[in-house]
């Protein structure tokens, strides 16, 4: 018996040696959790949905690799509303920073409103990212202050002025992509060596007016592009049109010419931005981070050229103002183009959940984070709501909808009862020539269920906007 027990405790003391390390793993691996994603967002200045076939390489690196979302669209086709949007997650009426001017909007109506407690960047810094802006913020921000949130600030402060956390400068002799992405490039390979997930947040100004590219050739490029002369592009006969708009002469051939040229420098800035971009992208691999980071490219708003008469501008509740280019990369996106409605109000909800972060308030937005993984999330939106609120310039304020089947029914001024009106099927006419609601065809039912549909949408909050949407 002594034998026995003597042959069996160096088996037994192996097993309790083999059992411990396999705890000690275990516990390691319980106290290791996977590590947090990175997130690169690039929201680029006044881009159409169609101006990405300028970018090739963000095609190729982003959408190539992971999703592009073929309807994607801001609920204000403003900047300042639109950027506090892609922030907060809320609708403008909601945020109230209704304009780019400091009586309606701005950052001072953001900040007043205390908004900027409650950003992403906030929500991203509070469960231990890195986070630095590069860029354009909002308009009127003076470049003194630094919102709550942001660990890396280089940010534009208008005109030559920018802000080194807080500390305002000239710049001078750097074009303002390359100043965006020195910056991005320089914070993430910080960021990388000191092993911290990071949220870079780049808000370059292309391709904006006057679009100017940055040198290197790209100057040269496109000497013969010109835009596109499609049914909306100096639309011949506005009588169906609303007052603002069926006032507008015909183009000339100077005005075109000049529109022309707007294009091509448009295209080339974006050319210049798309290469940057790419640099980026290799600085982030080159730092061992590229399969575990996000990739979002965007823009705050569309931009009209032509259609309907209109000069070079955004504001509109037209397809080319609303809806914006969205092509995202990532770990577990999927390979695939996504037809679903996503909005600006998602952006911040989005990131909190791919990044574990806490959302410090209600937001009006949903998270697409399930639609990258190739889930089929349900109910989702069918519509949503689009407003502009700022009477300082062209159209008016007005409110509309747009919904997953192609209608776009806006009302301006006193509305349905007394104002004036658009309804439009974009699938049936999709370059919104024909307003149905002049001669009235349209039916009935379907003219009802669109407004009463805006109503509830008007004055949605959080998940009332949901249900609404729904």
């Known amino acids: 018996m002594k034998t026995s027990m003597a042959r069996l405790l160096p088996i037994m003391a192996l097993f309790m040696v083999l059992f411990s390390y396999a705890g000690e793993r275990g516990a390691v691996a319980q106290q290791e959790p996977p590590p947090k994603p990175n997130i690169v967002m690039v929201l680029t200045d006044d881009m159409r949905a169609d101006d990405v076939r300028f970018t090739p390489k963000v095609r190729r690196l982003v959408g190539g690799e992971g999703m592009t979302f073929e309807n994607a669209f801001v609920t204000d086709s403003v900047c300042c509303p639109s950027r506090a949007t892609f922030l907060t997650g809320l609708y403008a009426h909601n945020h109230n920073v209704k304009g780019n001017y400091p009586r309606t909007g701005s950052v001072l109506r953001f900040n007043e409103g205390g908004h900027d407690e409650h950003t992403v960047a906030a929500w991203l810094d509070g469960a231990g990212y890195q986070t630095g802006l590069f860029g354009n913020y909002m308009k009127s921000y003076n470049g003194t202050y630094v919102p709550p949130g942001w660990d890396e600030w280089q940010a534009w402060a208008g005109g030559p002025r920018f802000s080194d956390n807080g500390r305002v400068y000239r710049g001078a002799g750097k074009h303002f992509t390359d100043f965006v992405f020195d910056g991005a490039e320089d914070f993430v390979a910080s960021a990388a060596a000191d092993d911290e997930p990071f949220f870079a947040y780049l808000a370059p100004q292309t391709p904006h007016p006057p679009a100017n590219p940055p040198a290197g050739g790209y100057s040269k490029l496109y000497p013969k592009l010109k835009l596109p002369r499609d049914p909306a592009f100096n639309e011949r006969d506005l009588s169906d049109k609303p007052d603002w708009l069926r ?158 089947a192609g209608w776009t029914y806006v009302e301006y001024g006193a509305g349905a009862r007394g104002g004036q009106q658009e309804l439009y099927n974009v699938r049936r006419d999709p370059h919104q020539i024909n307003n149905l609601i002049r001669g009235g065809k349209y039916g009935k039912k379907t003219y009802w269920k669109l407004n009463n549909r805006l109503e509830a949408l008007s004055d949605c909050e959080a998940q009332t906007c949901v249900r609404a949407e729904n």
């Open 247 to 404: 006032s507008k002469p015909l183009l000339n051939a100077r005005q075109m010419n000049d529109m022309d040229l707007l294009h091509r420098k448009r295209a080339r800035s974006l050319r210049a931005l798309d290469d940057r971009f790419e640099a980026l992208h290799q600085r982030i691999e080159a730092a061992g981070e590229l399969e575990n980071t996000y990739f979002i490219f965007t823009s705050d708003n569309g931009f009209h050229m032509g259609e309907h008469r209109m000069f070079p501008m955004k504001q509109s509740a037209y397809e080319e103002d609303i809806k914006i280019p969205l092509l995202i990369s990532g770990p577990d996106v999927e390979r695939a183009s996504e037809d679903k409605i996503v909005l600006n109000n998602d952006f911040a909800p989005t990131l909190a959940e791919l990044s574990g972060a806490e959302e410090s308030r209600p937001v009006d937005g949903r998270s697409y984070a399930p639609l990258l993984r190739g889930e089929n999330p349900s109910p989702w939106r069918s519509a949503f709501l689009i407003e502009k609120w700022d009477k300082l310039l062209m159209p008016l304020s007005y409110k509309g909808i747009r919904t997953n």
